[in-house]
């Protein structure tokens, strides 16, 4: 009977996203991972014009295929290329990209646009002068004469604000 080979351990543990990435990268082809990575950065390019108009397609080597919806934003995006490619060389490092080609198509349904995030507020909301009637029932709820003077108090200088 033939004996197992014995791991080494000698290396100590190994991250946990390490394997998953020698999983995913054993199940799913290079080109696609490479297009996930371009399509992600596509995203983040901040150019909202492109949003709908243009999509990465396919990664093929080292080029990049990018579908245009018409003639016209090809056209635009033949004069900004250059420029295009170095954006989403820093935005896809690991996309080993090269070259973009760009093809007139179909280009598919923009997705939904993540949410906008509701603006922080920039301070306590104004108050008026005088407490509403609701402001002054509960004050005068208050058992502990020193502690109602001190919400007064501090309700005096909400109000001044």
Known sequence: MARRPRRS??????????AVWGLVKSIVPDHLIR?????????????????????????????????????QYHHELMYSRDELLH?????????????????????????PRPAALPAPPSGPPPMSAEPSDG???ALADVVDPELRQAIAGARVLLGRA
């Not at 351990?9 to 390490?18: M, V, Y």
């Not at 989403?88 to 280009?107: C, N, S, W």
């Open 87 to 111: 954006k989403l060389q820093q935005l896809a490092p690991d996309a080993r990209l090269g070259r973009l080609r760009f093809r007139l198509g179909v280009v598919p349904p923009a997705g």
């Open 35 to 71: 297009l996930v990575h371009v399509r992600a950065a596509w995203e983040r390019l901040n150019m909202p014009w492109l949003r709908g108009r243009a999509y990465p397609l396919a990664v093929v080597k080292d080029e990049v295929i990018v579908v245009v919806e018409d003639s």
């Open 135 to 137: 402001t002054s029932r």
């Open 9 to 18: 351990f000698a290396r100590g543990p190994q991250p946990l996203a390490d």
